[in-house]
C-alpha cells in the first residue's frame, strides 16, 4: 500500500489476555516506530527499529511489552497480560531512516485498544 | 534527554485569522530538527512543517510558517488565513541529528494544542 497500515483499527479485550498489533511501514523505509497515545496526551516512545541494528527498547514501559520486526519490514507489537492502564491509541510510523537525509515520520491510523 | 513543552492545551480562532502555537524544548544538543504535525479527528498524523536547527532562516510551508528562536529554544507555529479544515491537534517535536545531517528517528513530542477553526 501506500501509506503504514495498521490493524485491527479497534482492540477491545479483557484484562489478562495477550494482544497482537500490526504495523506494514511503507516499503523500502528501514526505519519504524512504535508510540503510545493516551487520551488527550501526547505520543510516548516506545521502541524503535533501524534497519538491522538492535532495537531502541528504551520506552517500553514494562516488559509485558515486546515489539519484533520480521525481514525487516512488518512489525508486530505484543502486550502480555494486558491492564487497564494499557487502554491507548498505539501508532506506528516508518522513515526512510539509514542514514537518510529525509526525516520525514510516516503515520499509520493508530490501533486503538481498550482493555476491559 | 530532550524535553518538549506546549503550554497551550486549547485554542481557538476564527476563520481566516491568524493563530499562533507555541512550543518550547530543552536539550544539550546543538544540531537537530523540529517539527510540527497535525492529527486531525481521523488520528491520522501528518508533518506540517519542519526546521534544520542549523539553518537561521524561518521554515514556511504555505499559510503555515514558524519562528524557530535557537537560543531561547522555543519554536512557534503560525497559520495564517486559518480553515475549517485546520482544526485539529498540533503536537511539536525534537529529533535529534547526527553528524552529516543524518537522523535518528526518536521523535519527542510535546502534550499537544487542540486548535478549533470556527466559522
Known amino acids: 500500500g501506500a501509506g503504514v497500515s495498521q490493524s485491527p483499527s479497534n482492540k477491545v479485550t479483557e484484562k489478562g489476555k495477550d494482544v497482537e498489533l500490526r504495523c506494514d511501514p511503507i516499503?523500502?523505509?528501514?526505519?519504524l516506530y512504535w508510540y503510545r497515545q493516551s487520551l488527550g496526551q501526547g505520543l510516548e516512545f516506545l521502541i524503535y527499529?533501524?534497519?538491522?541494528?538492535?532495537?531502541?527498547k528504551s520506552g517500553l514501559p514494562s516488559d509485558r511489552f515486546s515489539a519484533e520486526r520480521t525481514g525487516g519490514s512488518v512489525s508486530t507489537l505484543t502486550i502480555q497480560r494486558t491492564q487497564q492502564e494499557d487502554s491507548a491509541v498505539y501508532l506506528c510510523?516508518?522513515?526512510?531512516?539509514?542514514?537518510?537525509?529525509?526525516?520525514?515520520?510516516?503515520f499509520g491510523q493508530g490501533t486503538r485498544l481498550t482493555v476491559v | 534527554a530532550q524535553t518538549v513543552t506546549q503550554s497551550q492545551p486549547e485554542m481557538s480562532v476564527q476563520e481566516a485569522e491568524t493563530v499562533t502555537l507555541s512550543c518550547t524544548y530543552d536539550?544539550?544538543?546543538?544540531?537537530?530538527?523540529l517539527f510540527w504535525y497535525k492529527q486531525p479527528p481521523s488520528r491520522q498524523m501528518i508533518l506540517v512543517i519542519r526546521?534544520?536547527?542549523?539553518?537561521?532562516q524561518n521554515a514556511t510551508e504555505n499559510r503555515f510558517s514558524v519562528n524557530f528562536q535557537k537560543a531561547a529554544k522555543s519554536f512557534s507555529l503560525k497559520i495564517s488565513d486559518s480553515q475549517l479544515g485546520d482544526t485539529a491537534m498540533y503536537f511539536c517535536?525534537?529529533?535529534?541529528?547526527?553528524?552529516?545531517?543524518?537522523?535518528?528517528?526518536?521523535?519527542?513530542f510535546g502534550q499537544g494544542t487542540i486548535l478549533t477553526v470556527h466559522p
Open positions: 510510523a516508518s522513515s526512510p531512516g539509514g542514514g537518510s537525509l529525509n526525516t520525514e515520520a510516516f
Open positions: 516499503s523500502g523505509h528501514t526505519a
Open positions: 527499529f533501524q534497519g538491522n541494528s538492535a532495537p531502541d
Open positions: 536539550t544539550s544538543e546543538s544540531n537537530y530538527y
Open positions: 526546521q534544520e536547527a542549523y539553518k537561521q
Open positions: 517535536a525534537f529529533m535529534k541529528q547526527f553528524a552529516g545531517g543524518t537522523s535518528y528517528g526518536k521523535l519527542t
